[in-house]
């Protein structure tokens, strides 16, 4: 396991730029591996911030105001996570839930944007692997991490939680933050 420090935070970008400012900041985008790690921490937690479950101290998902919004653009309906508002219809300024700080005192882990990681995207089912191998048309994909401000099921929170998102989206609920391996003088 390398050892890596999560320094910056950024959404509505795509993966091509995320790499872009990470590397213009002597930095990289985290392993899918680094990222879940610094949000599950060493302790095997459930969430990044412990086991209790999602609610609206430690993480900005879908509340009340998320299905309020989504009433009154007429989208589809959805459940909220919690039945409180947790202030942010969409995200929320970088640590306005401090209840949900990950072991190492990094925030929004869970909930807020997801976020980018480096690692390219192949299914854990091996007949979709193969078959995903095959499709000489299908894009290329990363995994993002983390839950996004509209998430509305307890499992968006959880660290291992994976999907792919194709390498030019750049929608408002994905994000990044930037790692880099530690310098170690002898």
Known sequence: QRQMCIR?????VSWHQATAFCESRGARLPSEAEWEFAARGSDGRVYSWGDAAPDSER???????????RDATELSATPSLYDVED????????????AGLAQAGLSDMAGNVFEWTATKFESYDEVQRLADAKDEDRPLKRVIRGGAFNSFMPAFADPALRFGQVEDAHPHAIGFR???TPNHAN
């Open 87 to 98: 202030g942010y219809v969409g995200t929320a300024p970088v640590g306005s839930f401090p």
């Open 8 to 12: 910056d935070r950024v959404n509505c």
């Open 59 to 69: 993480m900005n998902g879908c509340g009340k105001e998320c299905v309020a919004w």
């Open 178 to 180: 930037c790692a880099a």
